[in-house]
């Protein structure tokens, strides 16, 4: 990954954007959306007078200037639409002596950062990027994911947004931020939300957050799950769920880093022998700690290469009270033949 995906505030300062081509055209209705402040370097006052007629221009600064006359020290970011060379690599070599983000349409080798794909929601913005190399197949990509994206799930995150603070001030320290957000999305007050009925989702999430002011039951919970044949593309869904709400993750040194990177980022992964190469204490030793974590509340998860958990290890944790989910695996068979299907899905694409 070359480009790190980030999100900036364009509100915060001004942006240069030079050239009136269509590219810019386009990255200047780009930074409209986002309420960007432009200065806009023109050399067609007929294109910049159009341009500002079909929209709202009390942020857009027109300026028929050279470019780089200017220093740049009051930029955030600069964009510059293809103005051929020399000139293109003299404006991204200025923006970064000033250590500023430069985007030079078409050109990620003169580029600091670029323009994803992206899917709109309002407070929900989803960026999809191929680091410059394929823009065809991001777009591909964010009209799938348009199509499956809630309309309203921008409305659930704002909802939640307005109610942070109060959460925060009331909640007890036993109860978990992650996982009280988790149940309002997955639960009724986001079936609701997503539903369109706000003053339902609203009067649920104002008493959830009064429920948060008492002590909490501290109850986690164990996963055991199946790697399969250690793609992380063939992971089941409710391994990849169960992955995402992990707080820990103890693995065989066999399982792969794909599959390890689909884990919860803040989840701490712990590395432990595969159970045929401990002895029995080890093994002991590895289950108190994943015990341990479960009954402080944690969600664990033994994360272990091909489709077999030791049955001992289950009836350990079962004797000792904690909610115990199996996760089967992808098989090598079942793997062969997805992975036909998906060739022939894309033969038919």
């Given amino acids: 990954m070359r480009?790190?995906?980030?999100f900036l505030d364009l509100t915060s300062g001004t942006v240069a954007l030079i050239g009136t081509g269509s590219a810019a055209l386009t990255k200047l209705r780009l930074l409209r959306s986002a309420d960007a402040n432009v200065r806009w370097y023109v050399d067609n006052f007929a294109v910049a007078a159009q341009a500002l007629a079909d929209g709202e221009s009390s942020r857009i600064e027109i300026v028929f200037a050279d470019p780089l006359e200017d220093d740049f020290a009051e930029f955030i970011a600069v964009v510059a639409?293809?103005?051929g060379e020399p000139l293109d690599g003299k404006i991204a070599a200025r923006a970064r002596a000033k250590n500023l983000p430069v985007n030079v349409v078409d050109?990620?080798?003169l580029s600091t950062f670029i323009f994803p794909a992206i899917v709109d929601r309002g407070e929900v913005v989803a960026a999809i990027g191929t680091g410059g190399a394929a823009p065809v197949l991001a777009r591909r990509l964010r009209e799938r994911i348009e199509a499956q994206l809630p309309a309203r799930i921008g409305g659930l995150a704002a909802l939640m947004g307005r109610f942070r603070e109060a959460f925060a001030e009331r909640r007890h320290c036993s109860c978990s931020p992650r996982r009280f957000w988790e149940d309002v999305v997955d639960g009724p007050i986001g079936a609701a939300a997503l539903a369109g009925?706000?003053?339902e989702a609203e009067a649920a999430l104002v008493q959830a957050i009064e429920t948060t002011?008492?002590?909490q039951a501290r109850c986690g919970a164990i996963f055991m799950v199946s790697a399969g044949p250690g793609d992380a593309d063939l992971l089941t869904l409710r391994a990849l769920q169960a992955l995402q709400?992990?707080?820990l993750v103890f693995h065989d040194e066999g399982v792969t880093p794909e599959v390890l990177d689909r884990a919860r980022r803040e989840a701490d992964l712990i590395c432990v022998p595969e159970e045929r190469d401990t002895g029995v204490a080890a093994q002991e030793e590895i289950n108190r700690r994943m015990l341990e974590a479960a009954q402080n509340g944690c969600?664990?998860?033994r994360l272990k290469t091909g489709d077999i958990h030791d049955q001992a290890t289950i009836e350990f944790f079962h004797k000792a009270r904690l909610q115990v989910a199996v996760i089967p695996g992808v098989t090598v068979c079942g793997s062969a033949s997805t992975a036909t299907a998906t060739r022939a899905d894309v033969i038919a694409a």
Avoid at 3 to 6: A, I, N, S
């Fill in 245 to 247: 709400g992990a707080d």
């Fill in 107 to 109: 050109r990620p080798d």
């Fill in 213 to 215: 002011h008492a002590p």
């Fill in 3 to 6: 480009f790190l995906p980030v």
């Fill in 81 to 83: 639409a293809p103005q």
């Fill in 299 to 301: 969600s664990v998860v």
């Fill in 197 to 199: 009925q706000w003053e």
